[in-house]
């Protein structure tokens, strides 16, 4: 991926459109150009999974995507049959950005479709981050989860719902992009680790992340909405 006027480059992220893409293609306009999209999770409304197609065809740019608790397990297999590429429990190293993802999210009150314990959240994460720290040539670490880390873009009124298991992964990469909790739009850092929800994009809410080419891995993060 070229370098231009020093950004490394720019990722359009999305979250939560549980099956209401009306507003993708403005929110594409108003983000003007960048390198590739990222949609972390609930891609749809508990189903159906042929939904995947009809948002990922809206995109001529590269599409990473995961699903989130209130898309079902089968979702995977509509994933991969998809022009994006499905990032569920693997890697993807595109220019200097090494991508790890893992969709689900730890368990809710709610008993929803695809929950994961925090022990097998943390299985999934600890290989994956470790490979990517140990990479020659990984650079910039970008981790796409739909739940938020335990402590980061999480609180409720009654309290942090996040991951435990994915809160241990926070200052281990540069950024972490996130959404299921859709009151807690907006950014925090944490060490080293910018977090990003992007908020609702069933509801014209999404986020331009800026990755520069720099020693210090500047992040800059532009909330966009339509």
Known sequence: MDIKDGIL???LAISDPHGDYSKIKKMIKRAGDFDLA??????TNFGPNEKVRELTELFDKPVLAIP?????????KALDASKAVNLHGKTEQIGKVRFIGLGGSNPTPFNTPFELSEEEIEKALEGM???AEKAEDCGTIVLLTHAPPHGARDKLPFGHVGSKAISKFVDR?????CG????????????????????EACKGSCALITIEESGSKQIEVQFVEV
């Open 129 to 131: 981050v470790c490979s």
């Open 9 to 11: 480059m720019k990722i």
């Open 173 to 177: 990469v540069d950024l972490v992009v």
């Open 38 to 43: 990222v949609i972390v999770g609930d891609i």
């Open 180 to 199: 299921h909790i859709h009151e807690a739009k907006g950014i925090d850092k944490v060490g080293k680790t910018v977090v990003v929800n992007p908020g």
């Open 68 to 76: 989130g608790n209130c898309d079902q397990r089968s979702i995977l």
